[in-house]
């Protein structure tokens, strides 16, 4: 059975949408050609207001679907659906910044070549496929391209090995992170816009959800205990804006983003941890704490983490009863009204949680003798007290989710993200040190269960097999080795090919941890090339037999627009 090329995008309906010339309300129709064939692709963008358009497949039985897409040495955003199914999925550009994410020239796409990009496995008997532009948030500023549709018949045996695979419960090791970058990096207006996120981890390997909805407490949902973020501060970056205008029209419509996401979760089968980040108010001028401390902070300056000389820092601190019980309010909101499966605390930012405040100098001295001011920032007796108030915390949210989850008849879970190689100018060089520095002490914490995924955000770039962070990974696996703890490693960097994060994923794996973590999934979830891997990364015994999936290649033009590619002088020049 040949591959299927559908490159003729003038064939998808409304005809009126389509337009040789740019014009608002079209899709822009551009020839091109490839050495496997002419074709017309579809550009549009955001001022076009451009309609979806649909392109029937007239094809029946199962197929691998590929998307061939043109960047044009830049970066777009197509939204691509099955007429089968519940909403969008979201197809983005797949650079990579060589200062964070490593050199991959495999995927250094130019502007004389098309992306293609594997998307999923689907029967297609009577659908058709439909193309979007995306409208809302810091996306939509992109431009939707769509060159073509690849189509693989899949045979007998495949297709018994795909709908086998999507029934396992074995593989469910994977955590996805949304620290709450969704919001202003969508800009959702609509229900299907919010399920769109969700809906992307059908089908993978995913056991938990962890879904920022709060920073200090101002929140992404109609919070009772906080303040939603549903007005932009006057100096603002535009993701402050577009958050603030989702969350309104949101609320205006009578939709609750968390619900949304938490029900959508469950339909899937995985479960969903709401998660804060305990920030604090930004650098002026975005330092207001109406918009970045939040009002509780603002009531209450007493509360705020003090330094050596009593000088506050832009943290409130968990030594005050008050702090900690304002915060566990927040949890018992997302627990008790919304039904979550557990909560989601980052400690991997936001620092510090405990530092030389009152209370816990005068508890140090009357314990020890001694002013911890006068001592080395990192006195063994001194970090250890600091993280004594922190696992009070956990102790106490420990005890809030067992009420709970005792009246609902299940166990309430705990993600908790601790941090390695995450600290600015740290220089600790032991596996634990970062952890001390900022009063973690995640070896009470799971031998006392109070974290039943322990995350480590190891935070490194460049290219690297993941061999590096063997000797971390391992020391952390004993730690909580015969505790009810499960060990989660979170993959970074962000941005890498699909061969990249299963080679990484079998050292991670190799070196004890118990499952895999991906940190900003609401950027992850659109590279459908890398998503595709990062879905099946909990099949931790079939790894190493993957080697020859192609995920993603490089196509080149032959012509573009009636223009001859490959020479010279075919690119532009400056005029």
Not at 226 to 239: A, V
Request: net charge negative.
């Amino acid at each position: 059975m040949k591959d299927i090329y559908l490159m003729d995008m003038s064939l998808c309906r409304p005809a009126s949408a389509l337009s040789k010339e740019s014009r608002r309300g079209c899709w822009t129709m551009v020839d091109y050609e490839t050495e496997f064939g002419r074709g017309v692709m579809l550009f549009a963008g955001r001022g076009t207001k451009s309609p979806p358009v649909t392109l029937p497949l007239n094809v029946s039985g199962w197929h691998a679907i590929y998307l061939g897409m043109y960047y044009g040495g830049g970066e777009g955003c197509l939204k691509v659906k099955l007429s089968g199914d519940p909403c969008f999925s979201r197809i983005a550009h797949e650079l990579f910044r060589p200062e964070k994410d490593g050199h991959y020239p495999e995927k250094a796409v130019g502007p004389a070549e098309l992306a293609e990009v594997f998307w999923k496995c689907a029967d297609l008997t009577g659908q058709s496929i439909t193309f979007a532009h995306h409208e809302h948030g810091l996306m939509a500023e992109l431009d939707a391209n769509i060159a073509y549709v690849k189509l693989v018949p899949l045979k007998p045996e495949q297709v018994s090995r795909i709908e086998a695979d999507r029934a396992r419960t074995d593989t469910k090791r994977l955590i996805s992170i949304f620290d709450s970058g969704q919001f202003h990096r969508w800009g959702y207006r609509t229900e299907e816009e919010v399920r769109e996120e969700v809906e992307s981890h059908r089908d993978g390997d995913f056991e938990v959800i962890l879904w920022s909805v709060a920073l200090g407490d101002i929140c992404y949902y109609p919070t009772k205990v906080g303040k939603m973020r549903d007005t932009p501060p006057l100096f603002n970056r535009p993701h402050f804006s577009i958050e603030a205008e989702s969350l309104s029209a949101l609320s205006e419509r009578g939709i609750d983003p968390l619900k949304v996401a938490i029900d959508c979760a469950h339909e899937l089968g995985v479960k969903l941890y709401p998660q804060i980040r305990m920030e604090g108010p930004q650098l002026p001028p975005y330092h207001e704490l109406d918009h970045f401390g939040g009002p509780f902070m603002k009531a209450h300056p007493e509360f705020l983490c003090r330094d050596r000389d009593g000088g506050p820092i832009r943290h409130l601190s968990l030594a005050f009863p008050q702090v900690r019980e304002h915060y566990i309010a927040l949890f018992r909101e997302w627990v008790e009204d919304y039904d979550a499966d557990g909560i989601s605390i980052i400690f991997c930012r936001s620092w510090p949680f405990v530092y030389y405040e009152e209370p816990v100098v005068r508890s140090f001295m009357e314990r020890y003798g001694e002013d911890p001011r006068d001592l080395e920032e990192d006195d063994p007796r001194w970090l250890r007290h600091r993280a004594e108030y922190i696992t009070l915390f956990l102790r106490e949210v420990r005890h809030t989710l067992d009420e709970v989850g005792r009246r609902k008849g299940r166990r309430l879970g705990t993600a908790y993200l601790v941090p390695k190689n995450a600290t600015p100018d740290f220089r600790g060089e032991g596996p634990f040190d970062e952890c001390w520095f900022h009063g973690l002490d995640v070896e009470t914490w799971a031998r006392e269960g109070l974290v039943d995924y322990l995350i480590l955000h190891i935070e490194v770039f460049g290219n690297y097999d993941g061999s590096e962070q063997a000797d971390v990974i391992r020391a952390f696996s004993e730690l909580v080795k015969d505790t009810p703890c499960k060990l989660y490693v979170d993959v970074y960097p962000r941005r890498m090919p699909a061969e990249a994060y299963r080679i990484k994923a079998i050292n991670y794996y190799r070196a004890g941890a118990e499952g895999l973590a991906f940190w900003d999934s609401q950027g992850r979830n659109s590279r459908a090339s890398e998503w595709a891997m990062v879905k099946k990364l909990g099949h931790k015994e079939e790894l190493e037999r993957w080697e020859d999936e192609v995920y993603f290649r490089r196509v080149p033009l032959l012509s573009l627009d009636g223009w001859p590619m490959g020479r010279r002088f075919s690119l532009p020049t400056d005029g």
